[in-house]
Structure formats: structure tokens, C-alpha cells
């Protein structure tokens, strides 16, 4: 069966109840619960990944022991920890739904936790990629706001809805800080850097003449005096990235990840990064101690008289 609430084909239910099911379900998350079409279609096919596995168990009879063979057999297939456990949460979901208007008394996934995904380690630009990203020829408006965003973003560490969020009050230049507003509505101020404040004052001279009466207070705007969208801000960074002859994907977040694995190379203060990242615990900034490992090893390699491979002859 296909629907447009983002079903896929049910080629696992074996009958015209579980498919039901299934439709009421994403008819619920649709309508009641106002999942987007996107995030209804991801939940159809899981939920169809469940019918197609238990198909010769009806749905009331599925046990726990059943549940995690099923998680072991995808993960076998190739699929990892983030997957499974988006999909989980979409099975124990189903069951709850399937308990508050179907009668049904067990949800067999409940307890039962995906394989641990492989951490990432995040991508950082290096020094001289992060220096020449800030080498915008500043010949209009809109280079120079984008020179100012580009070294606010690299100096101060900001995530891009904390930028994107900020006035021109926010910006303090009789001590070179800035108010952030950042995860849980919480208020931190950061250090701003001597070529993020001169990048933010020519800004800040032309950003009035697109200002309008009724407008919005936001630092950064477009030509209509609208406050710029986390969308267009990525767009301009990868657009700026490629001019500018970086080769790899640029993107905001990637700036982030620079501050932070620059500073705690330049000072080891790993609390310092934790506070000017806005972190609530330290494990979250402690990933920026594998990047700082990464770039030790790679000094070590180049210059290292042992460390260098010796030439066959």
C-alpha cells in the first residue's frame, strides 16, 4: 500500500488489520501530532521495517527477546546505532500508540537500547584554511557583512541559531564581547576577537541603510532590512569556501569546531572551551581533545626524524 503520509509499500503486514494499523498510526502523527510529511515518511518506514521482520507474529504476541533479534539482524545488514535507535524510538512510539486507542497491554521495545554508534569526530578547518576563509575582498555591503560574519562565527565560536539570533546590542566593543543566547535559553558572553570587532564596525556602518522603521532589530540582514535565515548564512559560507579555493565542504558549524580545536590547541584550558562553547557538561568539549591529539600526531609525524618513513633505495 502507498499513502501520501509517507507509508512505502506494506509488503510485510499479512493482513488488512496490521496495515490499518499502521495507517491510523501515521494518520496520528500527521494530524494530531503535526509531524511534518517528511518526518511521518521516515516513521512509515520503520514501522513497515517492523511489519516486514515480525510478519508471521502478529503484533500483540511480539516479546522482547523477538524485538532485539530484530534490531541484531539489522544491524548485521549494515545499518548503525543512530539508525536503529531513531528506529526504536519509532517502534516503541507505535506501541504506545497501539496501547492508548487499541487495547494493547506489552510494548516489547521498551528497555531495549540500539548498538552505540561510532563518534564522529567533528571536521575542523585547519589554521591557514580558517585564515584564508577570512581573506573576503570586502568591495560591497555584502561582503562586508559576510567578512563580519565569517570572523564572529570563527573568533567567538557561535552556533549558527545563536548568530542568526543576535542584535546589534548583543555586541559589546568596550570589551570586546558578545551576549549569547544559546541552548535552553541560556546566556553566556563571549570574547569577541580584535578582527571580528573591526570586521562588526564596518558592518554596523552600512547595515542602516537597509534598515527599516518597523523592521527587525537583528544584526545581520539582507537587502530588505530582513534578518538573515540559518539557510541563507550556509549557502553564503560554502559559496564564499569555493571561491576562495578551499577544497573541502565549509559549513557553519565547521567554523565552530575550528575555534574550539584552535583554542584549546593554542591554551589546553579545556573549562575555558567548555564555557566560551556554552557546553553543559565537559565530556561534550572533550571530543576537541582527539582533534588536538589528531594535530600533535601529525607535528609529530612531519617532524619527527623517526617518525618519517625510510626510502627504499
Given at each position: 500500500m502507498s499513502?501520501?503520509?509517507?507509508?512505502?509499500?506494506?509488503?510485510?503486514?499479512?493482513?488488512?488489520?496490521?496495515?490499518?494499523?499502521?495507517?491510523?498510526?501515521?494518520?496520528?502523527?500527521?494530524?494530531?501530532?503535526?509531524?511534518?510529511?517528511?518526518?511521518?515518511?521516515?516513521?512509515?518506514?520503520?514501522?513497515?521495517?517492523?511489519?516486514?521482520?515480525?510478519?508471521?507474529?502478529?503484533?500483540?504476541?511480539?516479546?522482547?527477546?523477538?524485538?532485539?533479534?530484530?534490531?541484531?539482524?539489522?544491524?548485521?545488514?549494515?545499518?548503525?546505532?543512530?539508525?536503529?535507535?531513531?528506529?526504536?524510538?519509532?517502534?516503541?512510539?507505535?506501541?504506545?500508540?497501539?496501547?492508548?486507542?487499541?487495547?494493547?497491554?506489552?510494548?516489547?521495545?521498551?528497555?531495549?537500547?540500539?548498538?552505540?554508534?561510532?563518534?564522529?569526530?567533528?571536521?575542523?578547518?585547519?589554521?591557514?584554511?580558517?585564515?584564508?576563509?577570512?581573506?573576503?575582498?570586502?568591495?560591497?555591503?555584502?561582503?562586508?557583512?559576510?567578512?563580519?560574519?565569517?570572523?564572529?562565527?570563527?573568533?567567538?565560536?557561535?552556533?549558527?541559531?545563536?548568530?542568526?539570533?543576535?542584535?546589534?546590542?548583543?555586541?559589546?566593543?568596550?570589551?570586546?564581547?558578545?551576549?549569547?543566547?544559546?541552548?535552553?535559553?541560556?546566556?553566556?558572553?563571549?570574547?569577541?576577537?580584535?578582527?571580528?570587532?573591526?570586521?562588526?564596525?564596518?558592518?554596523?556602518?552600512?547595515?542602516?541603510?537597509?534598515?527599516?522603521?518597523?523592521?527587525?532589530?537583528?544584526?545581520?540582514?539582507?537587502?530588505?532590512?530582513?534578518?538573515?535565515s540559518p539557510?541563507?548564512?550556509?549557502?553564503?559560507?560554502?559559496?564564499?569556501?569555493?571561491?576562495?579555493?578551499?577544497?573541502?565542504?565549509?559549513?557553519?558549524?565547521?567554523?565552530?569546531?575550528?575555534?574550539?580545536?584552535?583554542?584549546?590547541?593554542?591554551?589546553?584550558?579545556?573549562?575555558?572551551?567548555?564555557?566560551?562553547?556554552?557546553?553543559?557538561?565537559?565530556?561534550?568539549?572533550?571530543?576537541?581533545?582527539?582533534?588536538d591529539f589528531?594535530?600533535?600526531?601529525?607535528?609529530?609525524?612531519?617532524?619527527?626524524?623517526?617518525?618519517?618513513?625510510?626510502?627504499?633505495?
Amino acid at each position: 500500500m502507498s499513502d501520501e503520509s509517507g507509508g512505502g509499500k506494506d509488503r510485510g503486514a499479512t493482513d488488512g488489520v496490521t496495515r490499518d494499523l499502521r495507517a491510523a498510526y501515521l494518520a496520528h502523527l500527521a494530524n494530531e501530532r503535526r509531524l511534518s510529511p517528511h518526518t511521518t515518511l521516515n516513521y512509515g518506514r520503520d514501522i513497515t521495517a517492523l511489519l516486514e521482520l515480525s510478519r508471521s507474529t502478529p503484533l500483540a504476541q511480539l516479546q522482547i527477546h523477538q524485538v532485539r533479534r530484530f534490531v541484531s539482524q539489522l544491524h548485521a545488514r549494515g545499518l548503525d546505532g543512530r539508525s536503529l535507535a531513531r528506529m526504536l524510538s519509532a517502534w516503541r512510539g507505535f506501541f504506545r500508540y497501539l496501547a492508548r486507542d487499541h487495547g494493547y497491554t506489552n510494548n516489547p521495545c521498551v528497555g531495549l537500547r540500539a548498538p552505540k554508534a561510532k563518534k564522529a569526530l567533528p571536521e575542523a578547518l585547519s589554521p591557514e584554511e580558517a585564515a584564508r576563509l577570512m581573506e573576503i575582498p570586502c568591495d560591497d555591503a555584502w561582503s562586508i557583512r559576510d567578512k563580519a560574519i565569517f570572523e564572529l562565527f570563527y573568533s567567538s565560536g557561535l552556533r549558527l541559531s545563536e548568530l542568526t539570533g543576535l542584535a546589534p546590542a548583543d555586541i559589546h566593543f568596550s570589551d570586546a564581547t558578545v551576549q549569547v543566547t544559546g541552548k535552553g535559553s541560556k546566556t553566556r558572553i563571549v570574547p569577541v576577537g580584535r578582527h571580528a570587532i573591526s570586521a562588526l564596525n564596518k558592518w554596523l556602518a552600512q547595515r542602516d541603510a537597509f534598515i527599516k522603521v518597523d523592521g527587525d532589530n537583528a544584526l545581520f540582514v539582507n537587502r530588505n532590512g530582513a534578518r538573515l535565515s540559518p539557510r541563507t548564512i550556509q549557502n553564503r559560507v560554502k559559496s564564499w569556501a569555493l571561491k576562495l579555493g578551499l577544497d573541502s565542504d565549509v559549513y557553519p558549524h565547521k567554523l565552530r569546531h575550528s575555534f574550539a580545536s584552535h583554542v584549546l590547541q593554542s591554551s589546553g584550558d579545556l573549562r575555558a572551551v567548555q564555557e566560551m562553547l556554552g557546553h553543559a557538561s565537559i565530556s561534550t568539549t572533550q571530543v576537541y581533545t582527539h582533534l588536538d591529539f589528531q594535530y600533535l600526531a601529525k607535528a609529530y609525524d612531519a617532524a619527527h626524524p623517526r617518525a618519517k618513513r625510510v626510502r627504499s633505495a
